[in-house]
């Protein structure tokens, strides 16, 4: 069974640019999680969906990150205008339902200068 | 407020020398406790899930323990590929059964 996908793996910009994100969850898994994780620390909930609906975003940043799932499968999120602070590994993780167990990707590194 | 804490921050061994990481959580209602393994570069490798007090599971040289206010991961005997950091999260009934995290343990295994 194939994991959770994440592209890119890398990426370096400049602060106050644009970047986005892609995922694609395990086939058949409801929900959808996008994780801020900052060295040192343990990940932290940007935005939960299930199927296409969010279920939960209080802790994203919304006048600069943003995020969909159309058609309940693969998801973006977007970061616009860029900060230092923004630089750190973007997780995404999906489980079949919310409750059951999460299976993350292998991340995406961002780097702001 | 609920919290997860995770000690120590770091641990180093000898290969072959056992310890245990310990993960403390304070939640109105529990509904799961995970680890997580992480190596550098990578996301979160899942390992165990547990639901009760007094329950244990164990993988290869791991063994996972939870009592009501802590968990303990007991490794025995590790290798060097042992080497990560092991996080452990909080699933709560009355928060979405989102995860709260801990911090992690950076755990190397000196061969």
């Known amino acids: 069974e194939a994991g959770v996908a994440q592209s890119p793996r890398y990426k370096i910009i400049e602060k106050r640019q644009s970047v986005a994100f892609w995922c694609n969850p395990i086939?058949?898994?409801?929900?959808l999680y996008w994780y801020q994780q900052i060295l040192g620390q343990g990940p932290k909930l940007l935005i939960q969906f299930q199927n296409n609906g969010v279920v939960d975003d209080s802790q994203l940043p919304k006048d600069r990150f943003s995020a969909e799932r159309l058609k309940g499968v693969d998801s973006t999120l977007k970061i616009q205008p860029a900060k230092l602070e923004d630089s750190a590994v973007y997780l995404c993780?999906?489980?079949?339902?919310?409750?059951?167990?999460?299976?993350f990707g292998p991340g995406t590194r961002l780097l702001v200068l | 407020e609920d919290q997860v804490t995770q000690s120590p921050e770091a641990l180093r061994l000898q290969e072959g020398e056992s310890s245990s990481l310990n993960c403390s959580y304070t939640v109105s209602g529990l509904r799961g406790l995970f680890w997580y393994r992480q190596d550098p570069g990578k996301g979160p490798e899942f390992l165990f899930t547990l639901y009760s007090a007094g329950e244990e599971k164990e993988k290869e040289r791991l063994k996972a323990t939870l009592t009501k206010k802590e968990s303990f991961l007991h490794i025995t005997a590790p290798k060097p590929e042992d080497s990560a950091t092991y996080l452990c999260a909080v699933q709560a009934t009355d928060s979405n059964y989102q995860l709260i995290w801990g911090a992690g343990t950076k755990l190397i295994i000196k061969p």
């Open positions: 993780a999906s489980s079949l339902a919310y409750q059951e167990t999460q299976y």
């Open positions: 086939s058949g898994h409801a929900t």
